[in-house]
């Protein structure tokens, strides 16, 4: 077929110059339009890519994560071939089969194709040829065959006139024909073309061979010495000080016995080769007669090396000659041992597949080190220093980043962090990021980031090397059933999670589904950073998510484990207040009960998952079952409430709330409403929450749920409270339960009876709060709910102290902290540390009491309750005041007062008027004067009996 179109041709020849890998999308752009694509370059790609796709077979372009791959077999490329050919050639010094490769070769690479990155790549497949015909001359000169090398190294020459080395051979093939003349002619060219073109001489070995042919002298064979076959490393090595050290204290501890053996582990891009190169730098010298290296490629396109055939390479390279290497294995296995007894060897093994595989290639004797590297943990080996490589912490990959692209670094911390975020810490990601920085020296790191985008794969390449396709490498070799996990992974919500919800995710028994993703951390393709927890790095996350799913898998799979999530954190919630939960939730059966029962802690599993809630809220739109995101956010409630995490189910409500709203599901808004009112009252939010609660009321008499209606108005007599709204707080609870009674509901009837209590003991009735107060504890030790029953104890006695009651207060504040702690109800515990520094306070006790103040305030602060923290303050600045120290009062007062005035607390802003009067009346009247007036007018306007205290003012530093 013949492909015209020019730039079809040049997207052609990337994608056959990668056959078999992922082209990113940004290198096909610039090998097509150069550094400055128009603003349409990605739309006419894809017009080139449906033009080629027309005119090649079917399936041989397909769309990845990253960009584009074509799929080929092996030998459908000739430049596939000619490598293959070349290898095998080299390895056993074949003549034959050198020419057979170099045959393939019809002209110049690519010729004709106006495209940088295409000119590169043709540049560099004519130094392969190059160096092709000049191994093979190599050994056609030591075989004598000098006459039949003159032509075709004199055509070579003229091709490469810069190149010195066939220019060599050619001299050495007209002197060993016997044309010294020519030979002498032919340096003389040389040395003129080097002079003219690039002002140097000839190197050393020529000039030596110009001497030599001048003096009459034959061709001396080069000087032996200790073999060095590692490859070059980087020379910016950065970072892994503790991962260098601990090798060198290994390699160092290794007995007068045995070898030194270390095995580097980690997941693709982690530098394991790097780190194992630097090491053998730095440990180089001790092993003074051969550095050995043999690519393994046990994590490559093409099958593992089979041990016998790196046998047979690494004896090449001690200098064996071919026909001296045994054919059996085990008698191939005896030579390398007992060559390696004769020396101090250091040996790189990289990439291995297994432990099977590198087994033989070990070393058993003394005075050698095998520095082994793998994608797979090989853990069938023993008695070898295992290293598993995690990702460079931030301080390192700025580091390696510095190194790599200078001073720009530096000179933009937070969009350099943000690369290093969205490059995971990746030692391959973070050098493919640099580098791209280095060779744009006009772009800034913050215009990389906006590269990178939420998207990073597609970006971090570099020719044949990109972060997607070293993935694509160890994806590619595992089994179906591991690789159908890995994809379903991708889409699992949130960061972290455990064999649960895998299985439930992936459709798997429970011991399935571990050993799943015992293979897939073996491979570094899923990390365990706590023991029974798993998570993908993000850039797998990415490729991962990327891969084909049909929508019923992706479905399926999200269904599970949202269901499963729903169950388990509603498990989270204590058994006296997990029926309503499920009452609330309409009661629904688990799809996979025996993975809800297999989760022994529920309440440390939410703990460990809540930055990932939003994220199984935000996923249920995509598996067509919105009612899981306000499930999941109903269930969640109370462990986050009572935990001190209102920031986070804020978020998560919010986030719920707007999902609802979305689906138009009024059962889902009037639930989400009622509870993120809850978050609303602790960040002093109070119109908000009204207007929540009112909505929440409103849907569910709408929808014929009188109960649940009831729950609202009760909630909503707790946010009249917090407002000072004393006699609107009474007349909603009595609401709530009269609802609640008309719907049959005595569980929901007992709910109202705190805010019943705490209206009446504001309103100054006390008997009245007292008898609601001592209903609720008893419909709580009814229903066995401690953390109700803490709360009643602590505010009957609150009561009682109003009454000045103090007969075994002190027992009831005692038995209330102790059922708040064993419920974890962080909120119920800071209060009662609160109501015993006013206890204390009044038994004349202020150092006591000041420090129960002081952990009554840490509380509130943990569990962010604006409210409950002004509440603290001022019955801290009441303490303080009452033990002399009105300076120290008046602050606090203060203090309370700016909360109070924004978030229109009424009662509380009186309360501090009145507590600013009293600490300046004796240094300041006038200012006393407007406070009492401001207090007096607010508790007149509220009913409450504290107007009668202003009414008659104080000695200085009184306290109430």
């Not at 290293?387 to 460079?392: A, D, R």
């Not at 209590?757 to 609720?776: F, I, P, V, W």
């Not at 000041?850 to 409950?868: C, K, N, S, V, W």
């Amino acid at each position: 077929m013949a492909i015209t179109a020019g730039r079809d041709r040049v997207l052609l020849a990337m994608l056959l110059l990668h056959a078999g890998r992922v082209v990113d999308v940004s290198t096909l752009i610039e090998a097509l339009w150069g550094v400055d694509p128009p603003a349409t370059a990605r739309a006419q790609l894809q017009t080139c890519v449906s033009r080629l796709r027309r005119q090649l077979p079917t399936g041989a372009i397909l769309l990845d994560a990253a960009g584009y791959r074509l799929v080929c077999r092996p030998d459908d490329l000739d430049a596939t071939v000619f490598a293959r050919l070349i290898g095998e050639a080299r390895d056993r010094k074949d003549a034959a089969a050198l020419r057979e490769a170099i045959d393939l070769w019809r002209g110049a690479a690519l010729v004709g194709l106006d495209s940088q990155p295409v000119r590169v790549a043709a540049a560099d497949l004519d130094e392969r040829y190059a160096a092709a015909v000049e191994d093979w001359a190599e050994l056609e000169l030591a075989a004598g065959h000098d006459r039949d090398l003159v032509g075709e190294l004199g055509a070579l020459a003229e091709r490469f006139p810069l190149r010195e080395r066939p220019r060599g051979l050619l001299i050495r093939a007209l002197a060993g024909a016997g044309r010294a003349g020519d030979a002498i002619a032919e340096f003389r060219r040389l040395r003129a073309t080097l002079r003219a073109e690039l002002g140097i001489e000839p190197g050393p070995e020529l000039q030596e061979l110009h001497r030599r042919i001048l003096a009459g002298e034959k061709e001396r064979p080069a000087p032996s010495g200790g073999v060095r076959s590692l490859p070059r490393t980087v020379g910016d090595f950065t970072g892994r000080e503790a991962a260098v050290a601990r090798l060198l204290d290994a390699v160092a501890r290794t007995g007068p016995g045995g070898p030194a053996i270390v095995v580097i582990d980690g997941m693709p891009g982690s530098g394991k080769t790097t780190l194992a190169l630097h090491v053998a730098a730095l440990v180089g010298a001790g092993y003074p007669d051969a550095h050995l290296f043999v690519d393994l490629h046990g994590h490559g396109e093409g099958e593992p090396v089979e041990p016998a055939a790196a046998l047979l390479t690494l004896l090449r390279q001690l200098g064996l000659a071919a026909d001296a290497i045994p054919a059996d294995l085990g008698d191939r296995v005896a030579l390398w041992r007992t060559e390696l007894a004769r020396r101090r060897v250091l040996i790189v093994l990289d990439n291995a597949h297994s432990s099977a595989q590198i087994a033989d290639l070990l070393p058993t004797s003394a005075g050698a080190l095998a520095l082994v590297t793998s994608r797979r943990r090989l853990i069938g080996l023993d008695g070898v220093h295992p290293e598993s490589l995690s990702v460079l912490p931030p301080a390192e990959a700025i580091a390696l980043l510095t190194r790599i692209a200078g001073e720009r670094i530096a000179a933009e911390p937070a969009a350099t962090a943000e690369v290093v975020r969205r490059c995971g810490g990746l030692p391959l990601a973070l050098r493919l990021a640099g580098a791209r920085l280095a060779h744009r020296p006009r772009w800034r790191v913050a215009d990389l980031v906006r590269r990178l985008g939420e998207s990073a794969l597609s970006e971090l390449a570099a020719e044949d090397r990109s972060v997607a396709s070293a993935f694509a490498l160890s994806y590619g070799q595992l089994p179906e059933s591991a690789q159908r996990m890995f994809r379903l992974l991708g889409i699992a919500p949130g960061t972290l999670l455990d064999a649960p919800a895998a299985a439930a995710l992936c459709g798997l028994p429970l011991d399935a589904a571990r050993d799943e993703l015992d293979d897939l951390v073996d491979v570094h393709l899923v990390e365990e950073p706590s023991p029974g927890w798993y998570r993908l790095h993000d850039l797998l996350r990415e490729f991962a998510g990327a891969l084909e799913l049909t929508d019923r898998e992706r479905r399926d799979a999200l269904i599970g484990v949202l269901d499963l999530q729903t169950h388990a954190v509603a498990r989270s919630v204590p058994e006296a207040y997990r029926a309503v939960v499920y009452r609330d939730l309409g009661t629904p059966v688990p799809l996979r009960p025996e993975l809800v029962a297999a989760i022994a802690d529920p309440a440390a599993r939410i703990e460990r998952q809540r930055p990932g809630l939003v994220a199984y809220v935000e996923a249920a739109p995509a598996a067509g079952r919105p009612e899981f995101a306000w499930w999941i956010a109903r269930a969640a409630w109370w462990h986050l409430f009572y935990h001190g995490a209102s920031d986070e189910l804020r978020i998560l409500l919010d986030r719920t709330m707007s999902i609802m709203e979305e689906t138009g599901d009024r059962a889902g808004i009037a639930v989400t409403a009622n509870y993120l009112a809850s978050v609303c009252v602790r960040a002093a939010d109070f119109e908000r929450a009204i207007e929540l609660l009112r909505r929440s009321v409103r849907l569910r008499q709408e929808l014929g749920q009188p109960r649940a209606a009831a729950t609202a108005l009760g909630n909503l007599a707790g946010v009249y409270d917090a407002l000072g709204r004393f006699t609107e707080s009474v007349d909603a609870a009595r609401a709530a339960r009269r609802t609640a009674a008309l719907a049959g509901d005595r569980a929901r009837s007992r709910a109202p009876l705190s805010y019943l209590s705490e209206g009446n003991e504001r309103l100054g009735r006390y008997a009245e709060a007292l008898h609601y107060r001592r209903l609720g504890l008893l419909a709580a030790i009814e229903h066995r709910d401690d953390g109700v029953i803490a709360s009643s104890l602590l505010k009957i006695q609150r009561v009682r102290r109003s009454l000045g009651v103090t007969v075994n207060a002190h027992r009831y504040l005692a038995a209330a902290l102790r059922l708040a702690r064993r419920v974890g109800n962080l909120d119920v515990e800071s209060d009662v540390h609160h109501e015993l520094g006013n206890l204390l306070r009044s038994e004349g006790r202020f150092a006591e009491a000041i420090a129960a103040h002081e952990t009554a305030l840490a509380g509130a602060r943990r569990i962010a309750d604006q409210r409950h923290e002004a509440d603290c303050l001022a019955g801290y600045a009441e303490t303080r005041q009452a033990a002399g120290d009105l300076a120290g009062a008046r602050k606090l007062w203060a203090d309370v007062l700016v909360r109070a005035r924004a978030a229109r607390m009424r009662y509380m802003t009186a309360r501090a008027e009145e507590g600013v009067a009293d600490c300046v009346a004796g240094s300041d009247p006038e200012h006393a004067r407007r406070s009492w007036t401001a207090a007096l007018a607010i508790y007149r306007e509220l009913g409450v009996p504290d107007q009668f205290r202003v009414e008659q003012p104080a000695p200085v530093g009184r306290a109430r």
